[in-house]
């Protein structure tokens, strides 16, 4: 039998029996039913399993799990307020339509929401460094770099 | 007309409404359908089949002739659409969303007739026991064949519904008027909900198909821009993947692979992972697969696997013989004969070219790789899986497990990508065979190497070519042919007096199969760089020069639209930067990219700027159109500078990201600029493919521009440098 690990996940305790070798991906979606985050690749190169552990995005298909016991694990699914109301990046790409297939989104959206944590006001070449491991294969990036900067202009307090 | 019979007939066939008691509205035709009871399914309200015209059905038909009645001609069904009795519009069609947009496009087809807002149509797409049988979403045909009939279909609907309000009311039909989703007559100030009109009833009417879909100007909901439908479920990451269905006492798959394509299993010892708890090694004939209660442990017991293979002996063609295995494979060899009206063209021209390209072989890389649920109820088989072609799948299911079309059921849920991918229901046979084998659920998820290696890849291609233009810039002799690639897009817009143009078929070692605008990049490459070449020896500006020969006025507009927006004529260009441009057309869309590129001392190549212009008829979505323009820029600009597959006696040797380089945001960052050239009074065609055509020939001709070197073959610059000269 696997251990029982603890996991903070989305702010709520979670307890999963899993080995602790595990990639943080495969529990996240299989044992806690948290499919927002999806597999790509398993190397950490397309981003599509992205979280914010601790403040910083992750790719969660490399991290181990025992490596995040003690940590504040996000997923998309943690972004929404309990409101139901969106978080101001998942409403910028939903504004700037700036998603196809919509397979990277919750990836991307991951990896753009702890950019902005980190850098309030990204130049594109912040953005580019930032997303450099968040791939769309359907070519949606000239939308996804105004969703960023829309929602950074609007977490900063109003459209420039 | 049949009215209020247990049995109404249409035609020869037995059309069964029991046990819903449809009322029939008119007696059309005979139909044939793939399942009677589909009306079941629909509950009550008002039902609009679309039945296909000749041509189309045609085109739509599956391999067999159909088993009609005596005498009619049996009858397909292209769309159907209905009304429920709560008012709730539901059109079902048998494409697929794979990120295109079909969704939101086809429901904007529906509103548009029904006068409601593009929300209210609820779009069900893709699932075999719920929409008429589809060929699949591929060939840019959904916006010129499906919209028009679910057009069709909503406008009966729309006519039905003013119909029964008149009779209702004891009006006249042209005082009644859709508005909101209820139908009114304004001067009595009435007013009733589309569902409520049925009264209960269960009515279906039959239509022909019509080739005269609602003119632009007519159009309120389409020709606008429509976000994508359901975006909310992307954001938050709800919407579900094939790769995220989960079914009650579900098990995870795998397959084992072998080490290299043609390789046959000679002997295997699976006790090792059999001894592991949970597990089921599953061997029929070649195929190994294990099926256990997570993935890890599926992994690990595949590991465990000590298998015998036999792989091919000799010489295999590897990327590097690959273009010479296709001449000496090419099943029609061209001779080359100088006295013929090319040869004398090209005796007499005062500019000729000769040269050779190449294209490497490329992966659609979806982001969702092929993933499968398939799960078995007694002898009926139901599957969620990604794929173009659900239609398609079942049939391959049918032929695996010698089903009937309604033992399987397929579903596909809006599918993380495509690109031309996802034809095949490989994933699909899998996991149905494993869940057969283990009576359970079972969900099987390819590994991204599995999807590099054991997907199916755009053709390769040698393009061989000679063409001739005078001094005063005319274009007079084009021979070209293209070995393996495909025939698409392969006919200039250039008016050219002798031309000699084939496709020339050849054997490929890796599997192949469609992909984005198929071979028309391939021959855009080929062609536009030859075309610079010509403009370049003659002395005249490729614009120009394009401009003198081009005999297609559609595409000298997009072209006159790029090259303006990009500044083309007088523009001043940095040292070490060089600007390019090319145009074509392909399946009803005409396109033209002019690209800019910054080329350093060490050979990498940046992209500074691109612009395309792309024209397909009247614009259904302008949102989503330059969604589909930039999207095909950006994955053309990878098959253009880096993307090739590197294979070797059987293996595929950059089988992952980290070595198969695709499009990054900081390659392209928002240096995609489309300008959308609208034509309201033309038929509105497919935009998701030709937009890739012509990035890849702008880019070649602005890094000739550059440096003074023709690069002649795909990518342009692998490992993001030129090659060495």
Same mark, same amino acid.
């Given at each position: 039998m696997p251990p029982t690990l603890e996991l903070r996940v989305n702010g709520q305790p979670r307890r999963v029996a899993a080995e602790p070798d595990r990639p943080l991906l495969g529990v996240l979606r299989d044992e806690l039913g948290l499919t927002g985050s999806k597999y790509g690749c398993g190397e950490g190169q397309c981003g599509a399993c992205s979280v914010i552990i601790d403040g910083m995005a992750a790719r969660s298909c490399v991290v181990r799990l025992r490596a995040v016991a003690d940590r504040e694990i996000t997923t998309i699914e943690g972004l929404e307020a309990d409101d139901g109301t969106l978080h101001p990046v998942q409403q910028a790409f939903l504004d700037c339509d700036a998603l196809q297939c919509g397979y990277c989104t919750p990836g991307m959206i991951m990896a753009a929401t702890a950019l902005l944590q980190d850098d309030p006001d990204p130049t594109p070449e912040a953005i580019a460094k930032g997303l450099d491991r968040n791939l769309c294969r359907c070519g949606t990036y000239p939308k996804i770099v105004a969703a960023i900067r829309q929602a950074a202009d609007r977490m900063n307090g109003g459209d420039r | 007309m049949s009215r209020n019979t247990d049995h109404p007939t249409l035609g020869n066939l037995d059309f069964e409404l029991e046990p819903e008691r449809y009322e029939l509205m008119s007696g059309l035709a005979s139909i044939q359908l793939d399942r009677r009871d589909f009306l079941r399914s629909l509950g009550g309200g008002l039902v609009v089949l679309c039945l296909l015209g000749r041509a189309e059905a045609q085109e739509s038909r599956r391999g067999r002739t159909g088993g009609g009645g005596s005498g009619g001609e049996p009858r397909e069904i292209g769309a159907w659409l209905q009304i429920g009795e709560d008012g709730t519009i539901t059109a079902f069609t048998g494409k697929v969303e794979v990120g295109q947009n079909a969704r939101t496009s086809l429901a904007q087809a529906v509103a548009d007739e029904l006068r409601v807002p593009v929300d209210a149509v609820a779009m069900v797409m893709g699932d075999t026991d719920r929409v008429p049988y589809d060929r699949g979403t591929f060939g840019s045909r959904t916006t010129p064949t499906m919209a028009p009939q679910l057009r069709r279909a909503a406008s009966a609907a729309r006519s039905i519904l003013v119909g029964l309000a008149a009779d209702e009311w004891g009006v006249e039909r042209s005082e009644i008027e859709l508005a909101d989703g209820a139908v009114t007559h304004p001067p009595s100030n009435r007013s009733i909900g589309f569902g409520a009109l049925t009264?209960?009833? /269960?009515?279906?009417?039959?239509?022909?198909?019509?080739?005269?879909? #609602?003119? /632009?100007? !007519?159009?309120?909901?389409? $020709?606008?821009?429509?976000?994508?439908?359901? $975006?909310?479920?992307?954001?938050? $990451? &709800?919407?579900? @993947?094939?790769? =995220?269905?989960? !079914?009650r006492f579900m098990l995870r798959g795998k397959v084992l692979r072998p080490p290299a394509f043609g390789a046959s299993l000679k002997g295997m010892d699976a006790s090792n992972a059999e001894a592991i708890d949970g597990v089921t090694v599953v061997r029929e004939g070649d195929f190994v697969g294990v099926v256990a209660p997570d993935e890890p442990t599926a992994e690990r017991a595949l590991e465990a696997i000590k298998a015998d293979w036999t792989t091919p002996e000799g010489d295999r063609p590897s990327s590097q013989?690959? %273009? =010479?295995? %296709?001449? /000496?494979?090419?099943? =029609? #060899? /061209?001779?080359?004969?100088?006295?013929?009206?090319? $040869?004398?063209a090209l005796s007499q021209a005062d500019a000729v070219v000769e040269a050779? @390209?190449?294209?490497?072989?490329?992966?659609?890389?979806?982001?969702?790789? #092929?993933?499968?649920?398939?799960?078995?109820?007694?002898? #009926?088989?139901?599957?969620?899986?990604?794929?173009? &072609?659900?239609?398609?799948?079942?049939?391959?299911?049918?032929?695996?497990?010698r089903l009937a079309e309604d033992q399987v059921r397929v579903i596909v849920p809006d599918t993380g990508s495509g690109y031309g991918g996802k034809h095949t229901g490989d994933a699909a046979v899998e996991a149905a065979r494993l869940a057969r084998a283990v009576g359970r659920p079972v969900k099987l998820v390819w590994s991204r190497s599995e999807e590099f290696t054991w997907a199916y890849f755009r053709p390769a291609g040698l393009i061989e070519a000679r063409a001739g233009a005078s001094k005063d810039g005319t274009l007079a002799a084009w021979e070209f042919t293209n070995y393996n690639s495909g025939g698409s897009g392969i006919e200039p817009p250039y008016a050219i007096a002798a031309r000699d143009i084939a496709f020339v078929r050849a054997d490929s070692p890796l599997r192949q199969g469609s992909y984005r605008a198929l071979a028309a990049t391939a021959n855009h490459f080929a062609r536009e760089s030859i075309v610079d070449e010509l403009a370049h020896a003659v002395g005249m500006d490729p614009l120009d020069f394009r401009r003198k020969n081009l005999d297609q006025d559609r595409v000298r507009a997009v072209l006159d639209a790029a090259a303006e927006r990009f500044g083309w004529q007088g523009a001043s260009v940095e040292p070490g930067h060089g600007i390019g441009l090319a145009c074509g057309m392909e399946k009803g869309g005409h396109v033209a990219s002019c690209a800019e590129v910054r080329v350093d001392d060490s050979g990498r190549v940046e992209v500074v700027r691109t612009v395309t212009a792309f024209e397909c008829g009247a614009i259904v979505n302008p949102l989503h159109l330059t969604n589909q323009v930039s999207g095909s820029v950006v994955q053309g600009i990878g098959g253009a500078l880096f993307e090739a597959i590197a294979f070797e006696d059987g293996r595929i040797l950059n089988d992952r990201f980290s070595r198969y380089r695709v499009p990054r945001l900081g390659d392209v960052f928002d240096r995609v600029e489309v300008v959308l050239v609208d034509r309201p009074d033309l038929p509105s065609a497919g935009g998701g493919e030709t937009p890739i055509v012509a990035i890849a020939p702008a880019l070649g001709n602005a890094i000739f521009a550059a440096t003074g070197r023709r690069i002649r073959s795909l990518p342009l610059a692998p490992r993001g440098r030129l090659p060495e000269a």
């Open positions: - | 009264q209960g009833r /269960r009515l279906v009417e039959a239509i022909e198909e019509d080739d005269a879909p #609602r003119p /632009r100007d !007519r159009w309120e909901v389409a $020709g606008r821009d429509a976000p994508k439908a359901n $975006g909310r479920d992307f954001v938050t $990451g &709800r919407h579900r @993947y094939a790769s =995220d269905i989960t !079914r013989t690959l %273009f =010479d295995h %296709f001449k /000496r494979t090419a099943e =029609d #060899r /061209r001779g080359r004969d100088d006295s013929g009206p090319i $040869g004398q050779r @390209y190449t294209i490497a072989p490329i992966a659609h890389a979806p982001l969702e790789p #092929r993933a499968a649920v398939a799960e078995w109820d007694g002898d #009926r088989l139901t599957v969620w899986t990604g794929t173009q &072609r659900p239609f398609g799948v079942r049939e391959e299911l049918m032929n695996a497990f």
